[in-house]
């Protein structure tokens, strides 16, 4: 069995290299596919110039978001199966080969989550046994993290990457995608993918590997991550649209979707506010604006999932303070809670 591995890249020359080269440990990789999603750095002719082995292989198209990026990816290979990377992470092992070489094992499942690691350390938690769960159960604890403490926490559910998933039950005979990334949202969208693939497989068992981390993932290297901008509030509303279609496409219930929403919502009304560029008046502006949209306000009600709340149920007030309009005080609290964080970490340094 082979494996395709699509590594969506924008403006990746500095992490691109670094990636690649630990890409290359995989020997059952029939094709290295970089996405060069409009860069300008040079990313893709850095490539075509460094990696001569007939395996990688760049694929040009102009800017058009993550998603784009790795859905022309999974329309592009050609392996049994397909595993993302991102372009400034790295693999650590072959641990996918092995896997793949075991042709009865590997028949048996749809989908294999690997365990990852964002601290390169050679003494990183080892998992210790492998887990078979129903796509239907995990697809429930993505969505409200009930049962989570069950799973190693070496395990990301959320993202694409770590994983392998079989070609066939993502691309149409006819070429065309039967589950895909939603367009234009940029927050997340591996979460409603992996929803969308779950929900297809229902009662099929998905096999979490034991082991050393086989993944990487430079969370301080993320663009997406790292770097706040304003314009993260207004994706909240793209976000809603694709949980939308899944509700109209019967993927998920109405119920799972506030869940999803809320979710969403509360983790960027965090991000906008515990920051050090912060901009009081034009955060207020934009949240305001997007609890206006009915969709989004009324997934602050009784689908909140518990974990939102907080590890001490902090976050309590702040959306009690968002459901009564008052946007302001919201911020301040959170703010203040914070700072107090920020406060205790420079203590720690001392």
């Known amino acids: 069995m082979s494996v395709s591995v699509i590594i969506p890249a924008f403006q990746a020359a500095n992490t691109i290299c670094t990636t690649l080269s630990s890409v290359m440990k995989i020997s059952s990789a029939v094709e290295i596919i970089v996405i060069d999603d409009g860069s300008t750095d040079g990313t893709g002719d850095l490539v075509r110039a460094r990696f001569k082995d007939g395996r990688v292989r760049v694929v040009s198209q102009s800017n058009s978001g993550r998603s784009a990026a790795r859905n022309r ?25 092995c896997f793949l070489n075991d042709e009865r094992s590997a028949s048996l499942y749809n989908l294999v989550c690997f365990p990852f690691t964002s601290k390169m350390d050679e003494n990183a938690s080892c998992v210790a046994e492998r887990k078979t769960i129903s796509a239907n159960s995990v697809a429930s604890v993505m969505v409200r993290e009930e049962g989570r403490a069950s799973l190693h926490a070496s395990y990301e559910l959320n993202s694409c990457w770590s994983k392998l998933y079989r070609r066939d039950r993502l691309v149409a005979p006819d070429g065309s995608l039967m589950v895909a990334f939603p367009m234009g949202v940029r927050f997340s969208e591996d979460r409603l993918f992996n929803l969308n693939y779950l929900k297809c497989l229902g009662d099929d068992k998905i096999l979490f590997m034991n082991g050393k981390p086989l993944y990487l993932w430079n969370v301080n290297g993320s663009n997406t991550v790292g770097t706040v901008r304003i314009s993260d509030i207004d994706s909240i509303f793209q976000y809603a ?7 109209k496409e019967n993927v998920i219930s109405a119920n799972e979707a506030d869940s999803l929403i809320s979710r969403e919502a509360l983790n960027q009304f965090s991000r906008s506010v515990e920051t050090d560029n912060f901009d009081h008046d034009s955060v207020k502006e934009h949240w305001e604006k997007v609890l206006s949209d009915e969709r989004i306000f009324a997934s602050l009600g009784d689908e909140v999932p518990a974990d939102v709340y907080g590890a001490f149920g902090h976050r309590r007030l702040a959306i009690w303070l968002l459901k009564h309009g008052k946007v302001d005080e919201a911020m ?3 703010r203040f809670l914070w700072n107090v964080k920020v406060s205790i970490k420079e203590w720690d340094k001392k």
Request: glycine share 6%; proline share 0%.
């Open 73 to 97: 990816g999974i329309t592009e290979s050609t392996g049994d199966w397909i595993m993302f990377v991102d372009a400034d992470d790295q693999i650590l092992s072959d641990e996918v080969s």
């Open 241 to 247: 649209n694709a949980v939308a279609n899944l509700v």
């Open 332 to 334: 301040k609290f959170c």
